[in-house]
C-alpha cells in the first residue's frame, strides 16, 4: 500500500490535531491560505466510533479531497475497539492513522487513555499492535508527550520505536506540565538522536510553541527531526504553512473575506449540526491588527448566525 510519509520532503509540516478547531472547514480554509504537507483529524474516541454514537463523531471524520494527505486520530485504552476503529478509518478512505498517547484532558487520562499510556507501556504495546491489525497496511503513527509526570523521553521514545510506526509526533512536555511551561525542545532532539542511535527509520515530528514558518524550518534543522507540526500558531496566522505571505502585510479585507469565507464554508458543511459558537474561536485570529479590529471583535461574539456575521463584516 502507498505510503504518502515516504514521499514527503524533509522538513515537512503538518497542522496539529486539534479538537473542535481543526475540522473539515477549517482545514479547507487553511488550504486556502497555504497547504501543510500533511492534515490531521480531531481526535475521536475509539469506544464512540463503535457506539450508536457514531454518527455524531464521524462529523469529525469528514473530509474532502483537497486535505490530503489526511490522517484519522483515535483515541482509547480498549484492544478491540481500537482494532474495529482503525478498521472504520480504513474503509472511510483515510491516508492513515495516528493514536493519541499524550492528551492531557482529565477525563481522557483518567480513563487509561491518551497520556496516561505513557504510564502503562503495556497496555499501549497492545493497542499499538490492535490498531495496526485494524489498520489493514495503512501507516500507523503516534503522538505523544516526552512523559507522564517527569520527563523520560529515552524510555518511553524508544519503547515507542520498537514499532512498526511510520512517523512518531513528539510534543515537548510531560502531560502534567499541560502547556504551561516553554516546550522542552531539547528533548525533541533527544528523541532524535534516540531514533539516529537505534537505526530505525520511524519519521520524527518535533511540535510545541512553533510560532512561524522560519521559526519552524530552524528547529527542524538544530534538533536534527524530519517534520514539524504546527498546532496554535495557525491562530495568529492562518496563512503560517505559506512562506510567500508576510502576514504582517495582509490586508483588513483579505481578514475578514477569510473571515466570510469560513464562516459560509462552515454554515455550508454543517448546516446546523455544529454550535455556531464553535466559529467563534477563530474570530480573534481574523480579526486583529487593524484600526477597530477590537470593536468588531466584541460585536462578533454576540452574533449567532451567518446573516448576522456577514451583516457586521459587510458594514465594515
Ligand atoms: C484546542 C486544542 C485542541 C487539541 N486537540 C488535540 C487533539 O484532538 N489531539 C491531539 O493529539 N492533540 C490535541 N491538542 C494538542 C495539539 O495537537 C498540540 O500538541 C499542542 O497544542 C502543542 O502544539 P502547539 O504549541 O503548536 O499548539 C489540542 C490543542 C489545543 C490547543
Redesign the pocket.
Known sequence: MANFWQKLKKPFFAL??????TDTVFRQIIVSCGKPDVF?T??VSADGLISSGQQKLLQKFQFSEAERPIVA?I?GTKPETMYQAAMIIKDLGFDGI?I?M??PDRSVVKSGAGGALIDNPTLAQEVILATQEGAGGLPLSV?TRIGFKTVQTEQWISFLLKFDLAALTV?GRTVAEL?KVP?HWEEIGRAAAVRDQLGVKILLIG????TTFHDGLKKAKQFKIDGI?????IFKSPWIFNPQVDTSQVTPQKRLQLLLEHARLFDEVWQGSKNFAILKKFFNSYVRGFKGASDLRIKLMETKTLADVEQLVGNQ
Do not use: L
Open positions: 496539529a490535531p486539534m479538537d473542535d478547531v490531521f480531531e481526535f486520530q483515541w495516528d493519541n499524550g492528551c503522538k510534543h502547556s516546550a511540535n510545541g510553541d512553533v507540526m504546527i498546532g496554535r500558531g
